[in-house]
T-cell receptor, first 114, second 115 residues
Framework: KQEVTQIPAALSVPEGENLVLNCSFT??????LQWFRQDPGKGLTSLLL?????REQTSGRLNASLDKSSGRSTLYIAASQPGDSATYLC?????????????FGQGTELSVKP | NAGVTQTPKFQVLKTGQSMTLQCAQD?????MYWYRQDPGMGLRLIYY???????DKGEVPNGYNVSRLNKREFSLRLESAAPSQTSVYFC??????????????FGDGTRLSIL
C-alpha cells in the first residue's frame, strides 16, 4: 500500500531564508507527484506537478525535484517571504490506479517570520 | 472564473440526520473527487468519478454515497450522520488524460460538525 510521509510536520524560518520541504513515498510505481499549498480555511492550490519521467519542475521561487527510485521529492523555496506561510502538501498518483486518484502526505506547516 | 464551488461552506448536524454536500465545476473537467481532511490524517479520498456516469469508491467510502449528476456536478450524501464524520470535506476536479499530467483543482471546502 502506498504511503506518503512529510517531515517535519511544522517548520518556522526567518524571512529571506532558503528552505527545503521533504516528501517520501513507499512505492516508486507512480504516474506523478504534485505539490500543493493550503492556506488556513481554504482549499488546496496546485503548485507543481512532476511526471514520473521528469527530475524537476520550477515555477518562480519554487523548485520541486523527484527521485523516483529512492521514493523522495523535495520542494525548494528560495528567499522565503511571510506570504509563503501556509501548509504544503505533497501527493502521488499511483501507477496502478485508473481514476487519477491522489494519495496525500500529512503536510508541512510553514511559518516565515518577518 | 469560479473553478470548483462547494455548498454549503459550514454545517452543523445532529447524529442521525442526513445531508447532501454539493459540488460544481465550470472548467469542463471530466473527473471529480471527494476528499475528507482530518487533523493529523491528511486528505483521504472518499469517492471519485472518472467520467460522467461512473463512480468508484476511494479509501474511506463507508457511510457515504455519491451522485455524478452531470459533467459539472458531483454530490456527496451522508445518509445517517455520525460524529466520526465531523471533518472538512473537499471536492476536486481534473482533466483525466491518458498521461495523468493534469493537476487537480480544489474547492474551498465544507466544514461539517456532527453533534
Amino acid at each position: 500500500k502506498q504511503e506518503v510521509t512529510q517531515i517535519p510536520a511544522a517548520l518556522s524560518v526567518p524571512e529571506g531564508e532558503n528552505l527545503v520541504l521533504n516528501c517520501s513515498f513507499t512505492d516508486s510505481a507512480i504516474y506523478n507527484l504534485q505539490w500543493f499549498r493550503q492556506d488556513p480555511g481554504k482549499g488546496l492550490t496546485s503548485l507543481l506537478l512532476i511526471q514520473s519521467s521528469q527530475r524537476e519542475q520550477t515555477s518562480g521561487r519554487l523548485n520541486a525535484s523527484l527521485d523516483k527510485s529512492s521514493g523522495r521529492s523535495t520542494l525548494y523555496i528560495a528567499a522565503s517571504q511571510p506570504g509563503d506561510s501556509a501548509t504544503y502538501l505533497c501527493a502521488v498518483t499511483p501507477f496502478y490506479n485508473q481514476g487519477g486518484k491522489l494519495i496525500f502526505g500529512q503536510g508541512t506547516e510553514l511559518s516565515v517570520k518577518p | 472564473n469560479a473553478g470548483v464551488t462547494q455548498t454549503p461552506k459550514f454545517q452543523v448536524l445532529k447524529t442521525g440526520q442526513s445531508m447532501t454536500l454539493q459540488c460544481a465545476q465550470d472548467m469542463n473537467h471530466n473527473s471529480m473527487y471527494w476528499y475528507r481532511q482530518d487533523p493529523g490524517m491528511g486528505l483521504r479520498l472518499i469517492y471519485y468519478s472518472a467520467s460522467e456516469g461512473t463512480t468508484d469508491k476511494g479509501e474511506v467510502p463507508n457511510g457515504y454515497n455519491v451522485s455524478r449528476l452531470n459533467k459539472r456536478e458531483f454530490s456527496l450524501r451522508l445518509e445517517s450522520a455520525a460524529p466520526s464524520q465531523t471533518s472538512v470535506y473537499f471536492c476536486a476536479s481534473a482533466v483525466l488524460s491518458r498521461r495523468l499530467n493534469q493537476p487537480q483543482h480544489f474547492g474551498d471546502g465544507t466544514r461539517l460538525s456532527i453533534l
